[in-house]
């Protein structure tokens, strides 16, 4: 068995969840915080047995886009000089960050 950690943007949180319902997948979905952009974003945990691996992480690349999004660069640093304005630089977040982790065991108590 796996465990799928997925990093996904939340436009499309709700959207992947109904997807691995509809198909009969278990997912607990946590609220999480970016560490570059400090902005939120969700963090689906889904139990999954081997074989289904590959379909999961096809719905995922299906519903996660990919977007553009404006950030400070002082706003992902202690602000030291109140005067220096910085231009915003442009990042490219998502589809999403997925980390497959191998299960030792899962039991429902
Ligand atoms: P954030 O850390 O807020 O990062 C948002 C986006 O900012 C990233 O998109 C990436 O395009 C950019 N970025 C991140 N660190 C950067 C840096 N040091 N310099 C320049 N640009 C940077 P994604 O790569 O799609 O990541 C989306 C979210 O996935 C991340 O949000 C974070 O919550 C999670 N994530 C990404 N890599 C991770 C990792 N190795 N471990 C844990 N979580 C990760």
Known sequence: ????????????????????????YGATKLASTGGFLRQGNTTLLIGTKDDELSEVTAIIKEICH???????????????????????????????????VQVESFEKI
């Open 1 to 24: 068995m796996k465990l799928i950690i997925a990093v996904v943007q939340d436009q499309d949180a709700n959207k992947l969840l109904s997807a691995l319902m509809e198909k009969g």
């Open 66 to 100: 990919t977007r553009k999004q404006l950030v400070s660069p002082m706003a992902t640093v202690e602000r030291t000089v109140s005067s220096y304005i910085p231009s915003p630089v442009e990042v490219e977040v998502g589809g999403a960050t997925i980390f497959v």
